[in-house]
């Protein structure tokens, strides 16, 4: 099994193969649009802009799961981001990240890279600290905004803490384009 074996929803709940990105660098990231990090849509987008005609894609997942931060239907996340953030990029239907629930995409992304990188100690402890409560297993995801980089033949490369700005990736972005 590898990424080109998905079919997702997109945010109007039409099917699109993951194959269909095959040849292309995938920053795939679970979002909201409530969250104290949603800002980083302005940083997704410059890093699409950017990169886009040389092969990069993002993948937008919005996700509800972390303080219901993202409690619109998929197609009005589309027009808050495309309105507030200027977004070009794909979303997708909105799913679930952890859990019984949790899309087929994300538990195999868990079980290529089950580790966030990123050392952002005093961001990482306000984001455990907003997540009390909340039973975080292993590899779960730990909030809005974790990122993982998918190299063009498919490779899941890495995963990177929601408190690692886009910005951050930029040079791991580069190598694989």
Same mark, same amino acid.
């Given at each position: 099994?590898n990424?080109?074996?998905? &079919? ?11 194959? !269909? ?9 679970? &979002?909201? &649009?409530? /969250?104290?990090?949603t800002? +980083?849509? %302005?940083?997704?987008?410059?890093? =699409?802009?950017? =990169?886009?005609? +040389?092969?990069?894609?993002?993948? !937008?997942?919005p /996700?509800?799961?972390?303080?219901? +931060?993202?409690?619109?239907s ?6 808050? /981001?495309?309105?507030? *953030? ?11 990240v ?12 868990? &079980? ?5 990188k990123?050392?952002?100690? *005093? ?9 009390l409560? %909340?039973?975080? @297993? ?19 490369? @890495?995963?990177?803490?929601? #408190?690692?700005p886009? #910005? @951050? ?9």
């Amino acid at each position: 099994m590898n990424i080109y074996d998905f &079919t997702v929803k997109d945010a109007q709940g039409r099917d699109v193969a993951l194959a !269909d990105y095959r040849g292309k660098v995938l920053l795939i990231v679970n &979002t909201a &649009t409530r /969250c104290g990090l949603t800002p +980083q849509y %302005e940083e997704l987008q410059k890093l =699409y802009a950017q =990169y886009a005609e +040389q092969g990069l894609e993002i993948l !937008d997942f919005p /996700c509800n799961q972390f303080r219901e +931060q993202a409690p619109e239907s998929s197609g009005e996340i589309e027009q808050v /981001c495309k309105t507030k *953030f200027g977004t070009e990029f794909k979303i997708f239907d909105k799913i679930e990240v952890n859990g019984p629930n949790a899309a087929p995409l994300y538990i195999y992304l868990k &079980t290529q890279k089950p580790e966030d990188k990123g050392n952002h100690v *005093f961001k990482d402890f306000l984001l455990k600290l907003a997540s009390l409560g %909340e039973k975080r @297993e292993g590899s779960d995801i730990k909030w809005n905004f974790t990122k993982f980089l998918v190299s063009r033949d498919g490779e899941v490369v @890495e995963r990177f803490a929601p #408190s690692v700005p886009p #910005s @951050e990736i930029t040079d791991d972005i580069q190598i694989l384009l």
